[in-house]
């Protein structure tokens, strides 16, 4: 992988017939050793997006890959914020599956929407107190800005 990075004709953003570049399927699948290989380079772009519509952050996220969450959220141009076509954010995505640690890390960025909608008006509070996942509930809470009268859309599940 290190010399196919070397190379300079090598388009690093390049995406599948799926729409998902390198970048995304290694931090989807956990594997730190190349996202840090491709963070590398300073022409990989994190903010694109899949063919899922999530980008790198929200892929690693979703499966609770907390050293590769933390290595794309050192990258300065990184959208913490970014949705998917469902209004899915990362905080979303992490407090959806119960990622404990995900949450924490994205929670301590100061420019992370505590309360980002989704489509239907959920939030990470809403999402977290539906799965019962009362570690994150707290660490929303904590955080001081999430709205508690967030609401949960009982007739949509993600």
Excluded: C
């Amino acid at each position: 992988m290190r010399l196919l990075l070397e190379q300079e004709d090598v388009y690093i953003n390049s995406k599948d017939e799926d729409g998902n570049t390198p970048l995304i399927h290694a931090a989807g699948s956990g594997h730190e050793a190349i996202v840090r290989l491709l963070l590398e380079r300073q022409d990989v772009d994190v903010t694109l997006k899949g063919g899922d519509n999530n980008t790198p952050l929200a892929s690693a996220a979703i499966n609770g890959h907390m050293a590769v969450v933390r290595l794309i959220l050192e990258r300065g141009d990184v959208d913490v914020n970014s949705k998917n076509k469902n209004g899915y954010a990362p905080l979303i995505w992490a407090a959806i599956n119960g990622h404990e640690a995900a949450v924490r890390l994205l929670l301590e960025r100061e420019d992370v929407d505590v309360n980002p909608n989704d489509n239907h008006g959920n939030t990470p509070l809403s999402y977290a107190a539906w799965g019962g996942y009362e570690a994150i509930v707290q660490l929303l809470k904590q955080h001081g800005a999430v709205d508690p009268n967030s609401q949960v859309d009982y007739g949509h599940r993600f």
